[in-house]
């Protein structure tokens, strides 16, 4: 990757904000809302950064699954407040 290094490095330090954010939240919601924050750059960095040609079908199953999975966490998350 020679090109675009500028925005891989601005997708990464906002990955790694985000990331601070979720390992020191102390608020369940927080937490949640932040976890699902660190997908954006993600998708970015996997889908426009990635090395082989399927990193778009890659960022959309990381997406995918991610998302998919995190409903489980809500429902767990609303199950411990109410």
């Known amino acids: 990757m020679k090109t675009n290094i ?6 990464f ?3 790694e904000s985000i ?3 979720v390992f020191c939240s102390l608020d369940l919601l927080l937490f949640y809302i932040l976890f ?5 750059p993600m998708f970015f960095v ?4 990635g090395s082989r040609d399927r990193k778009i079908r ?19 998350i609303l199950a411990l407040y109410f």
């Open 58 to 76: 890659a960022s959309y199953l990381l997406f995918l699954y991610t998302l998919i999975s995190s409903v489980f966490m809500l429902i767990a």
């Open 19 to 21: 990331l601070f954010g």
């Open 46 to 49: 996997v889908g426009v950064y």
């Open 13 to 15: 330090f906002v990955l």
């Open 36 to 40: 699902e924050a660190v997908l954006i």
């Open 6 to 11: 500028k925005e891989y490095n601005i997708a």
